[in-house]
C-alpha cells in the first residue's frame, strides 16, 4: 500500500529521529510501490504465456473461448519478452524459441490477394485463426495492427543481439519483415494512410487523418528503405489535428486514453517535436501528460453522476463493456456500451472504468497513476482470482445480480490491454524499450523524415 496517504512527502529537510521515521516510511514506500508494479507486470506476462500458440506464436486476442489471434497482440508479446528475460520471468533460451516461432510463422506465411491468406503487400489481417494462421471474420487487413507487429517484431530484432545462430536469424527475420512491408501501397493513392484493405472491396474509404495512435504507423512508414511513406503523407496525417483546452489544460485531443500511448510504447518522444509540436511549445510526451490529466479531472468532475468515479478511479478508453442495452437507474435512463472507443470529456462515457489504461499512462503522470494503482488493487480488488492481472473493465453503475459492489466486471482479458501494462511499466521503471529502441535504425530514420528535431534526436535528415 503505497505510503504518501500516512506520511505525507517533506517539504523541507527534517533532521533527528523525525527524519529517520520519514525516511524508513518512504523506503517502505517505494518498495512496496515496486514490488506492486513487478507483480503487475508478471501477472500480466502471464496472459502471453498461457494464451499464445506455441506452434506458431499467435497471441489470442480475448481470453474466450474459440476466439481468434489479434495481430497486435503479437506485436506487444513479441516487445514484452525482451522485458520478461531482464525481469526474469521466463528464460532467454525460452524467449528466443518463442519469438522465432514467431517470426517464421509470419515471415512463410501466405501473403496474397486470397480471402483466407494471412496477409498481403507485407501486411496482416486484423483477426487471425488460432491454429491456421488465416484470416477470419472476413476482417480488413489492418494498417495499425501491422504496425504494431512490426514494432515488435524490430523490438526483438533489437534485444536478441548475441551471434548465436538462434538470435541472428531473429534479427534478420524482423528485419525482413518490416522491409516487406509496401508503405506507398498503403497510401491508395492519396496522402494519409489508408486504415485498410479487404480482397472484396479494396481500400477502406477510412485513412489515418488526425492525432491517434497512428503516430507510430506513419515513423515506421516513414522510415522504411525499401517502400517508403511519400513526403507528403505525414502532413496529410497531421493536417486533420484537433486541439482542444478542457479543465484549463491545452492539448492534442483524441478522446481515448489509448490513442495517447501506443506509440509512445516504442519510442520516447520526451524532448523532441515535430513541426506541429513546436509551434506550440512542446512534445507529444507532455501531450499524453495532459491527456491523463484531463482524464483524472473528469473523474473527479463526473458530469454524468456515474458510480465510483474520482480522484483514483478513472480510465477511459476503448474497452469492453456490459452493454449494449439501455436500463432506468435510480430514475435515470442510461445506455450502456460493449466494445466500443470510450473517450473523454466528449463522449462516449457508460460508466466503465479501463484499470489497464490508468496503468499505461505511468510514465506520463506517476503522481497520479501511482495512487490509482494501489486503489485499483487494494479498495477495488480487481486482481483477485485473476489470472492475468486487472480485469479489462468494470463498471460500477451497471447493476450486478451478485450485488458486487463494484458492479459489471468485464470476464474477459485482452492482449491489446496486457501489453502496455508491461511495456509502459517498464518504461517508467528503467526505461528499457525507450533505450533499445532510440538506437533502431528505421525508428531513427523515420522521425527525422517526418520532420523531428532536438533533444536525443538531434538535427533532421536533409
Given at each position: 500500500m503505497?505510503?504518501e496517504?500516512?506520511?505525507?512527502?517533506?517539504?523541507?529537510?527534517?533532521?533527528?529521529?523525525?527524519?529517520?521515521?520519514?525516511?524508513?516510511?518512504?523506503?517502505?514506500k517505494?518498495l512496496?510501490?515496486?514490488?506492486?508494479?513487478?507483480?503487475?507486470?508478471?501477472?500480466?506476462?502471464?496472459?502471453?504465456?498461457?494464451?499464445?500458440n506455441?506452434?506458431n506464436g499467435l497471441?489470442?486476442d480475448?481470453?474466450a473461448?474459440?476466439?481468434?489471434?489479434?495481430?497486435?497482440?503479437?506485436?506487444?508479446?513479441?516487445?514484452?519478452?525482451?522485458v520478461?528475460?531482464?525481469?526474469?520471468?521466463?528464460?532467454?533460451a525460452?524467449?528466443?524459441e518463442?519469438?522465432?516461432?514467431?517470426?517464421?510463422?509470419?515471415?512463410?506465411?501466405?501473403?496474397?490477394?486470397?480471402?483466407?491468406?494471412?496477409?498481403?503487400?507485407?501486411f496482416?489481417y486484423h483477426?487471425?485463426?488460432?491454429?491456421?494462421?488465416?484470416?477470419?471474420w472476413?476482417?480488413?487487413?489492418?494498417?495499425?495492427?501491422?504496425a504494431?507487429?512490426?514494432a515488435?517484431?524490430?523490438?526483438?530484432?533489437?534485444?536478441f543481439?548475441?551471434?548465436?545462430?538462434?538470435?541472428?536469424?531473429?534479427r534478420?527475420?524482423?528485419e525482413?519483415?518490416?522491409?516487406?512491408?509496401?508503405?506507398?501501397?498503403?497510401?491508395?493513392?492519396?496522402?494519409?494512410?489508408?486504415?485498410?484493405?479487404?480482397?472484396e472491396?479494396?481500400?477502406?474509404?477510412?485513412?489515418?487523418?488526425g492525432?491517434?495512435?497512428?503516430?507510430?504507423?506513419?515513423?515506421?512508414?516513414?522510415?522504411?528503405?525499401?517502400?517508403?511513406?511519400?513526403?507528403t503523407?505525414?502532413?496529410g496525417?497531421?493536417?486533420?489535428?484537433?486541439?482542444?483546452?478542457?479543465y484549463?489544460?491545452?492539448?492534442?485531443?483524441?478522446?481515448?486514453?489509448?490513442?495517447?500511448q501506443?506509440?509512445?510504447?516504442?519510442?520516447?518522444?520526451?524532448?523532441?517535436?515535430?513541426?506541429?509540436?513546436?509551434?506550440?511549445?512542446?512534445?507529444?510526451?507532455?501531450?499524453?501528460?495532459?491527456?491523463?490529466?484531463?482524464?483524472?479531472?473528469y473523474?473527479i468532475d463526473n458530469p454524468?453522476?456515474?458510480?465510483?468515479?474520482?480522484?483514483?478511479?478513472?480510465?477511459?478508453?476503448?474497452?469492453?463493456?456490459?452493454?449494449?442495452?439501455?436500463?432506468?437507474?435510480?430514475?435515470v435512463?442510461?445506455?450502456?456500451?460493449?466494445?466500443?472507443?470510450?473517450?473523454?470529456?466528449e463522449?462516449?462515457?457508460?460508466g466503465?472504468?479501463?484499470?489497464?489504461?490508468a496503468?499505461?499512462?505511468l510514465?506520463?503522470?506517476?503522481?497520479?497513476?501511482?495512487?490509482t494503482?494501489d486503489?485499483?488493487?487494494?479498495?477495488?480488488?480487481?486482481?483477485?482470482g485473476?489470472?492475468?492481472?486487472?480485469?479489462?473493465?468494470?463498471?460500477?453503475?451497471f447493476?450486478?445480480?451478485?450485488h458486487?459492489?463494484?458492479?459489471?466486471?468485464?470476464p474477459?482479458?485482452?492482449?491489446?490491454n496486457?501489453?502496455p501494462?508491461?511495456?509502459?511499466?517498464?518504461n517508467?521503471?528503467?526505461?528499457?524499450?525507450?533505450?533499445?529502441?532510440?538506437d533502431?535504425?528505421?525508428?531513427?530514420?523515420?522521425?527525422?523524415r517526418a520532420?523531428?528535431?532536438?533533444?536525443?534526436?538531434?538535427?533532421?535528415?536533409?
Amino acid at each position: 500500500m503505497l505510503f504518501e496517504r500516512f506520511f505525507p512527502r517533506p517539504h523541507l529537510a527534517v533532521g533527528g529521529y523525525s527524519g529517520l521515521f520519514i525516511s524508513i516510511a518512504m523506503s517502505a514506500k517505494k518498495l512496496c510501490t515496486e514490488a506492486e508494479l513487478e507483480l503487475l507486470q508478471r501477472e500480466s506476462f502471464s496472459y502471453f504465456l498461457h494464451e499464445t500458440n506455441p506452434q506458431n506464436g499467435l497471441v489470442i486476442d480475448k481470453s474466450a473461448p474459440g476466439w481468434p489471434a489479434s495481430v497486435a497482440a503479437v506485436g506487444l508479446a513479441l516487445s514484452a519478452y525482451p522485458v520478461a528475460v531482464e525481469r526474469g520471468f521466463i528464460s532467454r533460451a525460452a524467449a528466443v524459441e518463442r519469438v522465432l516461432v514467431t517470426l517464421r510463422f509470419f515471415w512463410n506465411s501466405p501473403q496474397g490477394t486470397e480471402a483466407d491468406a494471412t496477409g498481403y503487400k507485407g501486411f496482416y489481417y486484423h483477426f487471425l485463426d488460432m491454429s491456421t494462421g488465416q484470416r477470419v471474420w472476413n476482417c480488413e487487413l489492418s494498417t495499425i495492427d501491422s504496425a504494431f507487429f512490426l514494432a515488435g517484431a524490430l523490438t526483438a530484432g533489437r534485444y536478441f543481439a548475441a551471434p548465436s545462430p538462434e538470435e541472428t536469424e531473429i534479427r534478420t527475420l524482423a528485419e525482413a519483415l518490416y522491409l516487406r512491408a509496401d508503405w506507398q501501397w498503403a497510401q491508395a493513392d492519396g496522402a494519409a494512410v489508408s486504415m485498410g484493405w479487404t480482397p472484396e472491396s479494396g481500400f477502406l474509404p477510412y485513412r489515418w487523418k488526425g492525432y491517434d495512435e497512428a503516430l507510430l504507423l506513419y515513423i515506421l512508414g516513414c522510415g522504411s528503405p525499401t517502400h517508403p511513406l511519400t513526403a507528403t503523407s505525414y502532413a496529410g496525417w497531421t493536417s486533420a489535428y484537433q486541439w482542444e483546452r478542457h479543465y484549463g489544460i491545452d492539448y492534442l485531443y483524441a478522446g481515448s486514453l489509448f490513442t495517447h500511448q501506443l506509440s509512445h510504447i516504442w519510442v520516447d518522444f520526451r524532448g523532441i517535436q515535430d513541426a506541429c509540436m513546436r509551434t506550440k511549445g512542446w512534445d507529444y510526451f507532455e501531450n499524453s501528460r495532459r491527456a491523463t490529466l484531463v482524464q483524472q479531472r473528469y473523474a473527479i468532475d463526473n458530469p454524468h453522476g456515474f458510480a465510483g468515479y474520482g480522484e483514483f478511479c478513472w480510465g477511459f478508453t476503448a474497452s469492453d463493456g456490459p452493454g449494449p442495452v439501455t436500463l432506468e437507474i435510480n430514475g435515470v435512463k442510461r445506455t450502456f456500451y460493449d466494445y466500443v472507443a470510450r473517450g473523454v470529456p466528449e463522449g462516449p462515457d457508460d460508466g466503465t472504468i479501463a484499470p489497464w489504461v490508468a496503468v499505461a499512462s505511468l510514465p506520463f503522470a506517476p503522481e497520479i497513476v501511482l495512487p490509482t494503482i494501489d486503489y485499483f488493487i487494494h479498495q477495488v480488488a480487481l486482481k483477485a482470482g485473476n489470472p492475468y492481472g486487472f480485469k479489462a473493465t468494470f463498471n460500477p453503475t451497471f447493476p450486478e445480480k451478485s450485488h458486487n459492489p463494484y458492479g459489471w466486471v468485464s470476464p474477459w482479458h485482452f492482449g491489446i490491454n496486457e501489453g502496455p501494462i508491461i511495456l509502459m511499466i517498464e518504461n517508467y521503471r528503467s526505461e528499457f524499450v525507450w533505450d533499445l529502441m532510440r538506437d533502431c535504425p528505421f525508428i531513427n530514420r523515420g522521425l527525422r523524415r517526418a520532420g523531428f528535431t532536438g533533444g536525443w534526436l538531434g538535427t533532421p535528415l536533409t
